[in-house]
């Protein structure tokens, strides 16, 4: 699937990855391929992602989540 990580400064990540762990609101939650249609606001966390170089992470501030289409667009207000 195809993974956005965007905060109103920068294009912090863009690739396709096979799993996502976020810190949603109510707990943490994963995405796989052809998760249903999901939006969700996150928390503060670590995001974390396996990409083509492996496990990889970031950690927002917070933020909304949209999956749709195999497609992962994270909106986080900022990185720490």
């Known amino acids: 699937m195809h993974l956005e990580i965007l905060t109103p400064e920068k294009k912090v990540f863009e690739g396709e990855v096979t799993l996502v762990t976020f810190p949603g609101a109510d707990g943490s939650f ?3 391929d052809h998760h249903a249609p999901l939006i969700s606001l ?39």
């Open 42 to 80: 996150l928390k503060e966390g670590v995001v974390e992602y396996n990409g083509k170089e492996g496990a990889n992470n970031v950690t927002i501030t917070g933020g909304v989540v949209e999956v749709l289409k195999n497609k992962v667009i994270l909106l986080a207000t900022g990185v720490v």
């Open 30 to 32: 994963q995405v796989l």
